[in-house]
Nanobody, 123 residues
């Protein structure tokens, strides 16, 4: 049974940093591209970042480029999202997801999802 467990969310002030983690089990982690998505209240789930299986390729949505960094540790079956200079508009539930093959940007192309972790940024 595949399980993706996100952690690291919380309530922070604008300008602060957080690091999200997503621990994977039940799959051959190094075979999967990993992605982070987020969903704010009343909005659709949106792509945030993705990383290829070997970490050679990363993608970011424009609004987080230069502030967020996705990384992975295949020895620990974990993907991370370092979030710096947080803004109130970053407030959302953040989800990690796993996909075989190249790292996609569409939510529908991911095979497995975590339950999400709440990130709230106050102004």
């Amino acid at each position: 049974q595949v399980q993706l467990d996100e952690s690291g969310g919380g309530l922070v002030q604008a300008g602060d940093s957080l690091r999200l983690s997503c621990a994977a089990s039940g799959l051959i982690f190094k075979s999967y591209a990993m992605g982070w998505f987020r969903q704010a209240p009343g909005k659709e789930r949106e792509f945030v970042a993705a990383i290829s299986w070997g970490a050679a390729t990363t993608y970011y949505t424009v609004s987080v480029k230069g502030r967020f960094t996705i990384s992975r540790d295949n020895a620990k079956n974990t993907v991370y999202l370092q979030m710096n200079s947080l803004k109130p508009e970053d407030t959302a539930v953040y989800y990690c997801a796993a996909a075989l093959g190249r790292p996609p940007r569409r939510a529908g192309d991911y095979d497995y999802w975590g339950q999400g972790t709440q990130v709230t940024v106050s102004s």
